[in-house]
């Protein structure tokens, strides 16, 4: 999985507590991503950063916040999380810098996250 | 708004034939498309890249088609092995770091 880990692997949570997933990666690459992925939806982008500290929304950012104080660490913070958002999580990573061929996503092993 | 299409139904074939999946798009002018592939429980995997000018790309097995004026591309297996049995993304991108993947299609090769 090119350089990038997630944590942790698993957890089960109740509705209403918070809930950190962090992603790192060696790679030193400029950006990251987290995703959900559901069946009947794909891949949903949820937050993405393209340098320290700066960091946008995705289409379903709704409830969810991030962190990237470090090139190689990428949080994703559910701050109450909700039955809604159980789900697997994965963390991605990009080079892109301005061709086609860097625009290629590295992809974590992903996070799947049970709330109860 | 945007939107990708991939077969949702599983894609099965016998070992051997050759697997075509489908990527439609509607409202959008990507300037690349990219395919990946996702074994179960696992992240996806970056297989191809072909540009909006380049009607064809290949790699070992693989063939990737894009045709803007169908709005389509097609994702073809060669000689296809079990091994081969994954979930097949498609995804979209304008020319900026944020690709759009669609929700992927299935396929199992039997032996």
């Known amino acids: 999985d090119a350089g990038i880990t997630q944590s942790p692997r698993h957890k089960v949570t109740e509705t209403g507590t918070p809930v950190t997933l962090r992603c790192h990666q060696t790679e030193n690459h400029r950006y990251m991503y987290w995703y959900r992925q559901d069946p009947g939806h794909g891949l949903r982008l949820i937050h993405y950063s393209y340098g320290v500290k700066d960091t946008d929304k995705g289409e379903v950012s709704d409830g969810y916040s991030v962190s990237r104080s470090k090139t190689e660490d990428f949080l994703l913070t559910l701050e109450s999380a909700t039955s809604s958002q159980t789900s697997v999580y994965f963390c991605?990573?990009?080079?892109?810098?301005?061709?086609?061929?860097?625009?290629?996503?590295?992809f974590g092993p992903g996070t799947r996250l049970t709330v109860l | 708004s945007q939107k990708i299409e991939q077969n949702s139904e599983a894609l099965n074939i016998q070992e051997g034939k050759t697997a075509t999946l489908t990527c439609n798009y509607t409202n959008y002018s990507p300037a690349y498309l990219q395919w990946y592939r996702q074994d179960p429980g696992r992240g996806p995997v970056f297989l191809l890249l072909?540009?909006?000018?380049?009607k064809e790309k290949r790699k070992e097995r693989l063939k990737v088609t894009f045709d803007t004026t169908l709005k389509q591309s097609l994702f073809h297996i060669t000689a296809s092995q079990p091994a081969d049995s994954a979930t097949y993304l498609c995804?979209?991108?304008?020319?900026?770091?944020?690709?759009?993947f669609g929700r992927g299609t299935s396929l199992i090769v039997h032996p």
């Open positions: 991605a990573i990009s080079d892109y810098s301005g061709r086609a061929e860097t625009d290629t996503q590295y």
């Open positions: 072909i540009r909006e000018n380049e």
């Open positions: 995804a979209l991108s304008g020319g900026s770091y944020i690709p759009t």
